[in-house]
């Protein structure tokens, strides 16, 4: 009897150990920690890619909205004693434009068992307003800074957009191409960038499209390693209209690419109208 007995211990102390794990684990995915790394290259020029139906820069501020409103959803069914999430929006390389820089800072947001109902109800205006006046000093300029989303991954993801205890989302609003003058090399068939012209000249325009990448041991270099506890959502992708296969050939890096990194969860998503991915955004965010 006493040898059952001994035995039988163990066993609720490991059960009490397992749902005190699953009960901490719970806690922290329901503290968002959502970053944006918007891609302020000339994609967003509405001379240069214009739309009929919605401009690009147009689309952007509403998956930001979109995004915004899940946060704020959020935040809204917790108690206030229970707050402890977090937005904020990046750029790489930094805006040399000094009114970016300012307006980005209104876009950092934090919440806490501190925080009033009117800071939280603050945020719809300030997503609202601010996002608008960066595009607009962004095209006025004309002088578009781009974004080095790989050197960003390889030098600031892990300090910026991972944080303990909290469900981390990087949304990276952009067109699916990735370049930057600084950071443009290979190492053998592998690339930290994808332009029109490299999917050309690797001959990605057919159906066998992922055999070539395969074979050829394509893709984006790893920047990093080790991203199990980022979700990334990629919104914006908007491919070249002369090859069938493009957007086919986009999503495949970057799907490579974040499995290198084991990114835990990813999403890659087209330009297509605000309308049409808010209730997906809102789904993706609102899973625990």
């Given at each position: ?97 000094p ?23 603050n ?57 930057h ?58 491919p ?25 969860k ?5 330009a ?11 789904r ?5």
């Open positions: 009897m006493k040898a059952k007995i001994l035995l039988i211990i163990p066993f609720f102390i490991l059960t009490a150990s397992f749902k005190a794990e699953n009960k901490l684990q719970k806690a922290d995915s329901n503290n968002l920690n959502i970053s944006f790394l918007l891609d302020l290259s000339d994609r967003i020029d509405p001379k240069k890619n214009t739309n009929a139906a919605m401009e690009y820069y147009q689309r952007d501020l509403q998956y930001i909205k979109s995004v915004q409103k899940a946060f704020t959803n959020h935040i809204k069914q917790k108690r206030i004693m229970q707050l402890n999430d977090q937005m904020q929006v990046f750029f790489d390389p930094e805006p040399k434009d009114l970016v820089n300012k307006l980005s800072q209104q876009l950092k947001v934090s919440f806490n068992k501190l925080s009033s109902k009117d800071e939280i109800s945020i719809d205006k300030t997503f609202s307003e601010v996002p608008l006046k960066i595009y607009q000093s962004a095209i006025k300029d004309g002088h578009f800074i781009g974004s080095d989303i790989w050197r960003f991954f390889k030098n600031k993801v892990q300090d910026y957009c991972i944080k303990d205890h909290h469900r981390n989302i990087l949304v990276i609003i952009t067109d699916g191409y990735m370049y003058k600084e950071s443009k090399f290979m190492e053998n068939n592998k690339s930290s960038y994808l332009s029109p012209e490299f999917i050309q000249a690797k001959k990605l325009t057919t159906a066998n499209y992922k055999t070539l990448f395969e074979k050829n041991k394509l893709g984006f270099i790893p920047a990093i390693k080790g991203l199990q506890n980022l979700e990334v959502i990629v919104l914006g992708i908007n070249a209209k002369k090859n069938a296969y493009e957007e086919d050939v986009i999503n495949l890096y970057w799907t490579d690419w974040f499995k290198a990194m084991n990114v835990k990813f999403y890659i998503k087209p297509s109208l605000p309308t049409d991915l808010d209730p997906i955004i809102q993706i965010i609102s899973e625990k």
